[in-house]
């Protein structure tokens, strides 16, 4: 294989994104097309995706890409002509050339061509371009066979860089080569030459990195703003600053100067720092748009019928967020159409729709998305889950008596869990929601499970707008300042410690019509005392789900905006610590993790 030269690098990379971004779209096209059997334009607009494809790929020289591609779309101009109809089998080729689409592009993306099992994908294409094929019955068909092991779907164009796209070419002539949106002379490029990026250029080219994003124009016109903004307030300072130096600066006038500084810098600062979180934004459109393929393959494994419906894609939350979420959330659509729903024949016994409704949304609640994933299937049969956890041990007989309904929905994510007796490709294993509950607590969120057994189960993730700034309650334990994340606090009280009941070796307060546990902060870290005996103190209370705690502290700082700075791989496994933060005065101050502390101490009680 050559190397390639400059011109040829802007080249493929310009195929490569324009290819990323059709086949984006083409799961969810396909999807939508097998439920809207009659919607032209919708099957137009993919017949033109993979057109475009063929045509591009056939102008750099990939020849197994333009062979897959060029029987898929002839199945789909039959398609568009009506000489054959949509049907679930058909859909199931298509989809299956699809994915073989995506591994031969993931061979150019990784500058690794090589020879793939092709005819396979083909085979099952050829009979539905015959003329007999509109009376063919679909099920004769040769699509359950496997396709190709290694395939995954392509990732986000959106984390590529920008690069010009080819204007759609008109479908009027199926044989007619699009070319690809960088416009070469013919004495530039080598029709056919096979093009290959240099293994050196392999991570920059990686379609799967995640070093770039798409930022809107005009939100860099506004970061650009502020940031103008802000080189005048370092000016007017600096000006302040020889003022003061020179001794031509009275103290009243530099103590009002100064002050009328400060406020403006805040004020530009603040307003940047929005910007950047901006610019870091992405729409959770990015992790939904994968599932209706999911739901649409998984639904056809399990005999089951499904309607997907999907709320707020356009919520945005910060690119950290969003990379981190999209297995989890695979995990809890798994569960919900293993486990959830039933079959139609069960469902129409039961007085239901034959087809389940799964419904996937996302909003924003304050500085929190809220992701839900609601299912109107059997619900969860806590009699069952408890049973269950005793026969693999991982609960006594008096802790299962002991818990409430919350409790008892909370066992499906310890580890090993599993409902199922035996495993499949699907489920079983007990290692999903344990996975899930992991993910969800790295990103700092929380997770909440409300069922109904016959209507129903939600999953309810609460996760922070961004991993790097949070508004935080800054408290003091004994001369040391400490971060509590705001979102996790409820509310602060002042009170007596002559309050306090002390049962077994847990201190508890009475607040209104709850018993609050209490966990001192200095016993935690093991803060030397360091003032006086004192019988007043601080407790903030803090909670996670439905689960309350009250952090016993000296005395309440202050609200404040923090940056979140990580401890390191030494320090990163520290029970009830989040991260840390430096204090205006330079002092680091260590960031509390509630749920950390919540659950060790329910954990601590509970003896498990």
């Known amino acids: 294989m050559s190397q390639i030269d400059c011109e040829d690098q802007e080249l493929l990379e310009g195929f490569l994104t324009e290819t990323a971004e059709l086949l984006e779209k083409l799961d969810d096209d396909l999807v939508a097309l097998e439920k809207s059997t009659d919607d032209a334009d919708l099957l137009n607009s993919i017949f033109r995706s993979i057109h475009t494809v063929k045509g591009a790929s056939s102008f750099l020289g990939f020849e197994q890409l333009v062979k897959v591609t060029h029987k898929t779309e002839d199945v789909l101009n039959r398609l568009r002509k009506g000489e054959l109809l949509v049907a679930p089998e058909i859909m199931d080729v298509i989809l299956e050339a699809t994915d073989l689409v995506k591994l031969l592009v993931n061979d150019i993306k990784a500058g690794d061509i090589q020879e793939r099992e092709i005819d396979g994908t083909i085979s099952k294409l050829i009979p539905l371009l015959s003329e007999a094929a509109a009376s063919i019955n679909p099920s004769v068909l040769s699509v359950n066979s496997p ?22 070419p008109s479908p009027a002539s199926p044989d007619t080569h699009a070319l690809p949106p960088p416009q070469k002379t013919a004495n530039e490029i080598v029709p056919k030459k096979q093009v290959v990026p240099p293994k050196a250029a392999e991570k920059n080219d990686d379609l799967s990195d995640n070093t770039t994003v798409r930022v809107d124009v005009k939100r860099l016109d506004d970061l650009m703003n502020q940031v103008g903004e802000l080189v005048l307030e370092r000016n007017r300072m600096i000006q302040i600053n020889q003022n003061l130096q020179q001794g031509g600066i009275n103290k009243v006038d530099f103590n009002e100067e100064f002050g009328k500084l400060t406020k403006r810098m805040n004020f530009v600062t603040s307003e940047l720092q929005m910007q950047v979180l901006k610019m870091r934004m992405l729409p959770v459109e990015k992790v939904f748009k994968k599932f209706p393929r999911i739901v649409r393959n998984m639904a056809r494994d399990l005999g089951k019928e499904v309607n997907l419906e ?32 039933e079959t139609p024949e069960v469902r129409l016994q039961a007085g239901k ?19 839900s994933i609601k299912d109107d299937g059997a619900g969860i049969d806590t009699e069952k889950v408890g049973r269950k956890a005793l026969e693999k041990g991982l609960i006594t007989e008096e802790q299962l008596a002991a818990m409430s309904q919350r409790e008892m929905f909370d066992l499906i994510f310890l580890p090993g869990f599993s409902t ?16 899930v509950k992991t993910n969800i607590k790295k990103l700092n969120g929380l997770i909440e499970i409300k069922s109904e ?50 049962i077994g070796n847990q201190e508890l307060l009475k607040l209104r019509n709850m018993v609050l546990p209490l966990v001192r902060l200095e016993t935690i870290f093991k803060v030397a005392k360091k003032y006086e005996q004192n019988h ?16 016993v502290v000296t005395r309440l700082v202050g609200q404040q905006e923090v940056a979140i700075k990580s401890l390191g791989n030494y320090l990163a496994n520290v029970p009830g610590i989040a991260g840390s933060t430096i204090l205006g005065d330079g002092r680091v101050a260590l960031i509390v993790d509630p749920v950390g502390l919540v659950e060790g101490d329910e954990g601590k009680n509970s003896g498990r």
């Open 147 to 168: 396709a190709p092991a290694d395939i995954s779907p392509l990732p986000a164009a959106s984390e590529l860089n920008e690069a010009s796209q080819a204007d759609p």
């Open 453 to 502: 057994q016959g209507a129903g189960s939600e999953f309810i993730l609460r996760l922070p707008l961004t991993l790097a700034i949070i508004q935080s309650l800054l408290v003091e334990v004994e001369g040391e300042i400490y971060s509590i994340p705001l979102s996790s606090v409820l509310e602060t009280l002042r009170v007596d410690e002559r309050e306090f009941h002390l």
């Open 420 to 435: 199922k007796d035996k495993a499949t490709d699907l489920s079983g294993r007990g290692v999903g929601m344990d996975v």
């Open 536 to 551: 007043f103190c601080y407790v903030v209370i803090v909670g996670t789900a439905d689960k309350r705690m009250g952090l």
């Open 310 to 341: 999907i709320y707020g894609e356009e919520t945005e939350l910060d690119r950290s967020v969003v990379d981190e979420i999209g297995d989890p959330l695979i995990h809890l659509i798994r569960n919900a159409m293993d486990h959830g729903l």
């Open 353 to 371: 729709p034959r087809a389940g409704t799964l419904v996937l949304s996302a909003v924003h609640e304050g500085n929190q998305i809220i992701i």
